[in-house]
Protein backbone atom coordinates (compact mmCIF):
# COMPACT_ATOMS: atom_id res chain seq x y z
CA UNK A 1 0.00 0.00 0.00
CA UNK A 2 1.20 3.43 -0.56
CA UNK A 3 1.62 6.33 1.62
CA UNK A 4 -1.65 7.39 2.88
CA UNK A 5 -2.96 3.88 2.50
CA UNK A 6 -3.37 0.80 4.89
CA UNK A 7 -3.73 -2.62 4.65
CA UNK A 8 -5.89 -4.83 6.99
CA UNK A 9 -6.16 -8.34 6.48
CA UNK A 10 -8.54 -10.29 8.02
CA UNK A 11 -10.43 -13.89 8.64
CA UNK A 12 -12.85 -16.05 10.19
CA UNK A 13 -12.22 -18.74 13.11
CA UNK A 14 -11.71 -21.71 10.41
CA UNK A 15 -9.74 -19.72 7.96
CA UNK A 16 -12.73 -20.17 5.34
CA UNK A 17 -13.09 -16.85 4.80
CA UNK A 18 -10.60 -14.50 4.52
CA UNK A 19 -10.20 -10.94 2.77
CA UNK A 20 -7.96 -7.87 2.80
CA UNK A 21 -8.65 -4.69 2.38
CA UNK A 22 -7.01 -1.22 2.34
CA UNK A 23 -7.32 2.08 2.77
CA UNK A 24 -7.64 5.07 3.65
CA UNK A 25 -10.45 3.60 6.19
CA UNK A 26 -13.29 6.29 7.15
CA UNK A 27 -13.07 7.08 11.06
CA UNK A 28 -13.86 3.94 13.36
CA UNK A 29 -17.78 3.90 14.15
CA UNK A 30 -19.16 2.33 17.29
CA UNK A 31 -23.22 1.03 17.57
CA UNK A 32 -24.99 0.77 20.29
CA UNK A 33 -28.08 -1.11 18.67
CA UNK A 34 -30.02 -4.13 19.39
CA UNK A 35 -29.49 -5.62 16.28
CA UNK A 36 -25.61 -5.27 17.03
CA UNK A 37 -26.13 -6.09 20.16
CA UNK A 38 -27.02 -9.22 19.63
CA UNK A 39 -24.98 -9.93 16.77
CA UNK A 40 -21.75 -9.19 18.55
CA UNK A 41 -22.77 -9.72 22.29
CA UNK A 42 -21.35 -5.97 22.92
CA UNK A 43 -20.79 -2.70 21.20
CA UNK A 44 -19.88 -3.27 17.45
CA UNK A 45 -17.31 -1.05 16.08
CA UNK A 46 -16.32 -0.80 12.19
CA UNK A 47 -14.87 1.22 9.51
CA UNK A 48 -15.86 1.22 5.88
CA UNK A 49 -14.06 0.92 2.62
CA UNK A 50 -14.83 0.96 -0.96
CA UNK A 51 -16.21 -2.39 -2.30
CA UNK A 52 -13.06 -1.90 -5.04
CA UNK A 53 -10.92 -1.64 -2.23
CA UNK A 54 -11.71 -5.56 -0.41
CA UNK A 55 -10.85 -8.74 -1.92
CA UNK A 56 -11.25 -12.31 -0.80
CA UNK A 57 -8.67 -14.73 -0.79
CA UNK A 58 -10.72 -17.25 -0.01
CA UNK A 59 -15.05 -17.24 0.38
CA UNK A 60 -16.15 -20.70 0.13
CA UNK A 61 -17.72 -20.35 2.69
CA UNK A 62 -19.08 -16.97 3.04
CA UNK A 63 -23.31 -15.75 3.03
CA UNK A 64 -24.48 -12.48 3.45
CA UNK A 65 -27.23 -11.49 5.39
CA UNK A 66 -29.26 -7.89 4.24
CA UNK A 67 -29.52 -6.44 7.93
CA UNK A 68 -31.21 -2.89 6.52
CA UNK A 69 -31.93 -1.41 3.69
CA UNK A 70 -28.39 -0.17 3.17
CA UNK A 71 -26.90 -2.91 5.00
CA UNK A 72 -25.38 -6.37 4.42
CA UNK A 73 -23.49 -8.57 6.92
CA UNK A 74 -21.36 -11.15 6.04
CA UNK A 75 -20.52 -13.80 8.20
CA UNK A 76 -18.99 -17.40 7.12
CA UNK A 77 -21.44 -20.48 7.23
CA UNK A 78 -19.29 -22.98 9.06
CA UNK A 79 -18.01 -21.32 11.84
CA UNK A 80 -20.20 -18.05 12.03
Known sequence: ADAG??????RC???MVAFAATGPFISAEACHC???ARWTGSVFVSTTVK?????????A??????SSVY???GFCQACG
Not at 5 to 10: A, E, F, Q, S, Y
Not at 61 to 66: M, N
Request: proline share 0%; charged share 30%; net charge positive.
Open 71 to 73: GRR
Open 5 to 10: HKLLNG
Open 51 to 59: RSDLSFSSD
Open 34 to 36: SQC
Open 13 to 15: LCG
Open 61 to 66: ELKWYR
